[in-house]
């Protein structure tokens, strides 16, 4: 039932949609959302006030459409995204300058905070919504959006991998290294662990693998670091003395305008990395830094870093260094296992393209072969006998004679009479028993059928066309064919090799196409006449 004050509450929309149109067409990302805002704060409004349930939200959404039909944001869906912004921003309240005010705990309490909302599109505050719960991590994606212009696709990434809890948690010495500013946007810039979801290795990884794989992936790579880092390169070479040592990796981050120098291990944390690591950002220091640059950084990846020993290993140590863990990519699923074809299903996919691309005399050779490997086998020496003539008809005629009564039964209604009969010794039974009887009567068969008689097609008369086709099964020394009644080979094969269910349908589709070309043909001779 539609509340008494709906149709006041509609005309009310409409007009704010109208005149939020009038402002340059929603051509301002600011101003879609206050609209968005302002639509989904009424909602809550009336639903609170009037008991507003989803009928009426979807009554909603009919009639702004219908009102609005260019506007593409008028859906049920998006009118409940609508609802959801204003009950997780309440104190929205204007855009200032390009900026929308959020309202987030702090301290127990709710401050305003100016934030920068109104740059990320619509889509990114869906995607926000959907994934994070509270106001604290929905302010800390919305910054990021901004500040790295991240896509729909890897704002989700990024929510996915936890970045909100991992920003920031590398164990590091910067603030005993650093000055204040300097450490607190190197300790941000730093995260841990480090999601590397883009490399899949198993428990035999090298240090190599890793830092090769990061190289090929080198875009996911950077991602991952952040914003502001730049890529040198890999195995960089510093010579001291005489001697060559060699970096994993380097990089320029032209916020902290620093080197950054990353070793990567593969095993857990050991105290002497530190000191390793310390000595190539020394040697950076004194080879690459410009008095322009600030203190180089070094970052080491480890697996499973001790935070009290990594603690006691750069107690001590000068260099500005960072430690954190990194995951690979985990096992896949098992369901996804199962869609994914084993290495010896791979093979044989490569072996059919090869054969498919094989000339038709190259695969007659290879036919030949296969079968003058195959003749070698015992079973293929089976010769006819009393117990595969049983075979054949328990496992070939019977099976066929279903199937067919079942693929025929549309066809045989469009006839006065419809009769499919057995087959056996020059005798045709329509019941199936009395052949079964006759067999065992005359059990050393070498030749079965299954006929089709048809009279009086009730379309075009009763005195019309009829059709007769037959599947005649013939027994010779080694193998079975199965033939239709114009001499055409179906299907053939040896003795120990029966036919399986798809082939048995093949045969039975292969005479109801019969069939019904014989009608067409029928047809066709009376439209001529």
């Known amino acids: 039932m539609i509340p008494s004050n709906y149709i006041d509450t509609l ?22 959302l206050r609209l968005y805002w302002e639509i989904g704060k009424t909602i809550l409004e009336e639903q609170n006030l009037s008991g ?24 049920v869906r998006n009118l ?37 909302a109104a740059q990320i599109p619509w889509g990114h505050h869906q995607v926000i919504m959907d994934k994070v719960k509270t106001s604290k991590e929905r302010l800390f994606y919305i910054e990021r959006c901004v500040e790295n212009g991240w896509s729909r696709n890897i704002l989700k990434e990024q929510i996915v991998s936890q970045l909100y809890l991992r920003q920031g948690k590398a164990i590091t010495n910067f603030k005993e290294t650093l000055p204040s500013m300097q450490s607190d946007l190197a300790q941000e810039t730093l995260k841990n662990p480090y999601v590397f979801d883009f490399l899949s290795y198993g428990q035999a990884i090298k240090e190599r693998d890793l830092e090769n794989g990061l190289i090929q992936h080198l875009k996911s790579f950077m991602l991952e ?56 950002v020394n040697t950076v220091n004194e080879q690459l830094k410009t008095p322009l640059d600030k203190p180089t950084i070094g970052v080491l990846l480890c697996r499973t870093p001790n935070e009290t020993v990594v603690k006691y290993s750069l107690q001590g140590i000068d260099s500005p ?10 096992a896949l699923p098992d369901k996804l296992k199962a869609e994914i074809p084993t290495v010896e299903e791979f093979e044989k996919e490569i072996e059919k393209e090869y054969a498919e691309l094989k000339s038709s005399k190259e695969k007659k050779i290879d036919t030949i072969r296969e079968m003058l490997v195959q003749i070698k086998e015992p079973k293929i020496k089976e010769e006819f006998s009393t117990k595969v003539s049983h075979r054949v008809f328990d ?21 006065k009479e419809f009769k499919l009969y057995t087959g056996i010794s020059n005798k045709q039974y329509n019941n199936e028993q ?15 059928g299954l006929i089709v008689r048809a009279s009086g097609f ?72």
């Open 11 to 32: 005309k009310e929309l409409k007009n704010k949609i109208s005149e939020s149109r009038l402002k340059v067409g929603f051509a301002v990302n600011a101003e879609l």
């Open 52 to 75: 507003w349930g989803a009928k009426v939200i979807e009554s909603l959404s009919s009639d702004l459409r219908t009102e609005f039909p260019d506007f593409k944001g008028l859906s």
């Open 80 to 116: 409940k995204y609508m609802r959801s912004f204003a009950k997780s921003y309440p104190e929205f309240s204007k855009v200032q300058q390009g900026a929308a005010l959020f309202k987030i705990p702090s301290n127990q309490s709710f401050t305003f905070v100016q934030q920068l």
């Open 225 to 280: 670091l952040g914003k502001g880092f730049s890529y040198v390169g890999n195995q960089k070479n510093l010579l001291v003395e005489g001697d060559d040592f060699f970096l994993d990796l380097l990089f320029y981050n032209y916020q902290l305008h620093c080197f950054v120098v990353v070793e990567l291990k593969i095993g857990d944390f050991k105290a002497e990395y530190a000191g390793k690591l310390n000595f190539y």
């Open 321 to 330: 260094i960072g430690v954190a863990d990194y995951e690979l990519a985990s």
């Open 395 to 415: 496992e070939i005629l019977r099976p066929l004679r279903h199937k067919i009564e079942g693929n025929t039964k549309y066809i045989s209604a469009m006839f």
């Open 434 to 448: 009395d052949a079964i009887t006759e067999l065992k009567e005359y059990p050393n068969q070498n030749r079965y």
């Open 458 to 529: 009730l379309e075009a008369g009763l005195n019309s066309f009829g059709v007769y086709m037959s599947l005649n099964l013939i027994l010779d020394q080694y193998k079975y064919t199965v033939k239709h009644s114009n001499g055409d080979v179906i299907y053939e094969n040896l003795y120990h090799l029966m036919p399986n269910e798809d082939e048995l349908n093949k045969i039975s589709d292969r005479l109801e196409e019969m069939i019904l070309d014989d009608i067409k043909t029928s047809l066709s001779n009376i439209i001529t006449k």
